[in-house]
């Protein structure tokens, strides 16, 4: 079952701070620990703290589980850390910035909007004499007009419209720039971030995501840490229980997790850079480059061998020749087989 990480926690009045003699705490924000620092147990909330506010939170009731049946996933960087932080809470005051500033440029286009037109003139409301030479208006005077009407103007008056000076050229460039500072904490690129890759050609843009790919690897080892290899065992000792033959030994089976890949730049040369790998310079393993793309090689043999034996099968059935192997796995780029060189 999922529980979102604020159901678990302490009660605020009931637990004060305690700790062992070597200084370890004993529990911390609703986890138990043992004078060595470990976990030992988790306290969750019957109710969630936001279903009944902050009552109960101080009163409610809650119940203990051992560490030893929950999955923690935070990422833990720090000594004495004990509890997760959001990767992006650091860019928190920059979503206020944007938020504050797009209101501003909104309600400045409201404001140009809404006024209809603006009443000058250049003659002054009254001579040497104090004769008066035109209308006065006070500064500030609202006039009111009907809808699809025209009007005249006293004389020496003129009406001009306001001039909507929103959104400023510089508007885009600063929404752009907030979201890059916002999207570097998930170490994301810009145009993902933005959805909008307009401004990339597909080089850059490829080139952008690296940190990015590299980012989501990493995330996805500790969730093998901290997730699957425990889901894993778990499953495992039951499974010893049902099956023991199948575990001739109590050793811990070797596994490895696979994900989905990512697609290259260009197919064609990852595919030759490939080929070296596996025929040439024997760097890799089939294992390996079906792992990186996210396949399991054994699956890819048995298909290929299946495939394979039905070709030859087809082809004898209508009298079609056998095909010959390339005899260097080279692709070249007119999507013909075999090397640059001619063969005899």
Same mark, same amino acid.
């Given at each position: 079952?999922?529980?979102?990480?604020?159901?678990?926690?302490?009660?605020?009045?009931?637990?004060?701070?305690?700790?062992?003699?070597?200084?370890?705490?004993?529990?911390?924000?609703?986890?138990?620990?043992?004078?060595?620092?470990?976990?030992?147990?988790?306290?969750?909330?019957?109710?969630?703290?936001?279903?009944?506010?902050?009552?109960?939170?101080?009163?409610?009731?809650?119940?203990?589980?051992?560490?030893?049946?929950?999955?923690?996933?935070?990422?833990?960087?720090?000594?004495?850390?004990? %509890?997760? =932080?959001?990767?992006?809470?650091?860019? =928190?005051?920059?979503?206020?910035?944007?938020? %504050?500033?797009?209101?501003?440029?909104?309600?400045?286009?409201?404001?140009?909007?809404?006024?209809?037109?603006?009443?000058?003139?250049?003659?002054?409301?009254?001579?040497?004499?104090?004769?008066?030479?035109?209308?006065?208006?006070?500064?500030?005077?609202?006039?009111?007009?009907?809808?699809?009407?025209?009007?005249?103007?006293?004389?020496?008056?003129?009406?001009?419209?306001?001039?909507?000076?929103?959104?400023?050229?510089?508007?885009?460039?600063?929404?752009?720039?907030?979201?890059?500072?916002?999207?570097?904490?998930?170490?994301?690129?810009?145009?993902?971030?933005?959805?909008?890759?307009?401004?990339?050609?597909?080089?850059?843009?490829?080139?952008?995501?690296?940190?990015?790919?590299?980012?989501?690897?990493?995330?996805?080892?500790?969730?093998?840490?901290?997730?699957?290899?425990? =889901?894993?065992?778990?499953?495992?000792?039951?499974?010893?229980?049902?099956?023991?033959?199948?575990?001739?030994?109590?050793?811990?089976?070797?596994?490895?997790?696979?994900?989905?890949?990512?697609?290259?730049?260009?197919?064609?040369?990852?595919?030759?850079?490939?080929?070296?790998?596996?025929?040439?310079?024997?760097?890799?393993?089939?294992?390996?480059?079906?792992?990186?793309?996210?396949?399991?090689?054994?699956?890819?043999? %048995?298909?290929?061998?299946?495939?394979?034996?039905?070709?030859?099968?087809?082809?004898?059935?209508?009298?079609?020749?056998?095909?010959?192997?390339?005899?260097?796995?080279?692709?070249?780029?007119?999507?013909?087989?075999?090397?640059?060189?001619?063969?005899?």
């Amino acid at each position: 079952t999922l529980f979102e990480s604020e159901q678990v926690g302490s009660p605020l009045l009931s637990v004060t701070p305690d700790y062992y003699d070597n200084g370890v705490p004993k529990e911390v924000d609703g986890i138990a620990y043992d004078q060595y620092g470990n976990e030992s147990a988790y306290r969750f909330w019957t109710l969630h703290p936001g279903a009944n506010g902050v009552a109960n939170t101080l009163i409610g009731d809650s119940y203990t589980v051992n560490a030893e049946n929950v999955i923690h996933y935070a990422n833990i960087i720090r000594p004495g850390q004990h %509890r997760g =932080l959001p990767e992006i809470a650091s860019t =928190l005051p920059i979503f206020n910035d944007l938020r %504050r500033f797009t209101n501003a440029v909104l309600a400045a286009a409201e404001t140009a909007a809404e006024i209809s037109f603006l009443l000058s003139t250049d003659n002054p409301a009254q001579d040497d004499d104090g004769e008066s030479q035109s209308v006065h208006l006070d500064p500030g005077l609202i006039v009111e007009f009907c809808r699809n009407s025209g009007v005249a103007l006293p004389e020496g008056w003129k009406a001009t419209q306001l001039k909507a000076e929103q959104p400023t050229s510089n508007h885009s460039e600063f929404v752009k720039t907030k979201i890059r500072e916002a999207s570097r904490a998930l170490s994301m690129p810009m145009n993902v971030a933005l959805g909008d890759s307009s401004g990339y050609n597909y080089a850059s843009g490829r080139l952008d995501h690296q940190t990015y790919f590299r980012t989501i690897k990493g995330e996805r080892t500790l969730i093998e840490d901290t997730i699957l290899d425990d =889901l894993l065992a778990s499953w495992e000792e039951l499974d010893r229980l049902f099956y023991p033959d199948d575990y001739p030994t109590d050793a811990e089976i070797d596994h490895e997790w696979m994900w989905d890949g990512f697609a290259h730049v260009d197919p064609l040369k990852e595919a030759n850079a490939q080929n070296v790998r596996l025929n040439n310079s024997k760097t890799t393993t089939l294992a390996d480059e079906c792992g990186m793309e996210g396949k399991d090689y054994m699956k890819v043999i %048995r298909q290929r061998v299946r495939e394979e034996c039905a070709e030859r099968r087809l082809r004898k059935q209508y009298g079609l020749p056998e095909t010959q192997n390339n005899p260097s796995g080279t692709v070249n780029p007119s999507g013909e087989e075999g090397d640059d060189k001619d063969e005899e």
